[in-house]
């Protein structure tokens, strides 16, 4: 049996919160550290008392648009926290020779705002496009990238990079756009589009990425970067229009929130500072290499999650109890 270490494994992808992890909590081949990842005290122990074989580092800060109001944050936790967790496994998995102990691997989540901006329709984000980030958040991701490519050339830690498209599904902290819609419309807050609502996004069913992380990490060839996507570029405007589609679909007549659900709910404001208009991944390496492919339409996957979310509005009420309330009406004043 192998041993893991899932930083940020109570997140959205890695699985939010400890109530995420509800389900595995009670199996004995599962512990929960709750440990800051710039803690290199903390990480090394982790190392020092398992034998951890491979590492899926999700751990960062992942909001754009707190990046924009606090960018030190986000090199610390994504660019120093990166760094304490390779410094960790190469510590650990170092030979005398300089070499590293066989099948031990080190996986580094990232994204596709590493690329920067597409204009033209017909482009893609490919492992080889040119990093060229604006946001503080992808700024501080590209550098831990470039941080985890320095370990590979320079000491030829074995690790692989993956970056992925926007991810949607249940467990979804309520600041995305996706459950943030979901959450106003049923609350007949107004649902906020920033800009015009033609910036496009590629999006990718959650768990499917979660299988491609891990046919990555068995199957790809070491050293290399592979792009996780979904094919499945929609606007802002077409993602919101959907979920008020598909929540006036599910909800029952007789749900009093049903009333609050619609179209009117829409409210134009200013956009994001430094606004990517669009990405798009072309997942063909990760296809040809490790056959992987988004197995989820987007059809089903805003269904399953739009349901996920009214079977689980008591989680949502709990992420939206404490600091949410701040941030939202920090984040949305004035807009
Ligand atoms: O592309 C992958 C990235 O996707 C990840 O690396 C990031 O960690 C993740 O947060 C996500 O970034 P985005 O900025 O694309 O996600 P977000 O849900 O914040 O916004 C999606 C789009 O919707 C974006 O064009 C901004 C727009 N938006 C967002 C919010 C929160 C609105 O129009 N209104 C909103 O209230």
Redesign the pocket.
Known sequence: MRTYVVTGGAGFIGSNNLENLKDVENRDNYTFIRADVCDAAAINKIFQENDVQRVVHFAAE????RSIKNPTVFVETNVLGTLVMLNAAKAAWELPDGTFKPDHKFLHVS???VYGSLSNPNDYFYETTKYDPHSP?SAS?ASSDFMVKAFMDTYKFPANITN????YGPYQFP????P?TINNALHGRAL???GD?K?I?DWLYVEDHAKGIDMVQEKGRLFETYNIGGHNERQ?IQIVKTIIRTLQELLPDDDPRKANVSEDLITYVTD?KG?DRR?AIAPDKIKKEVGWYPETCFEDGIRKTVKWYLEHQEWMEHCISGDYQKYYEDMYKNR
């Open positions: 992942s909001h754009v648009d994204t596709d705002e958040y991701k992925c498209s926007n991810n600041e995305k756009l996706i943030l906020p589009i920033y609502g910036n996004r802002n994001r606004h990405y």
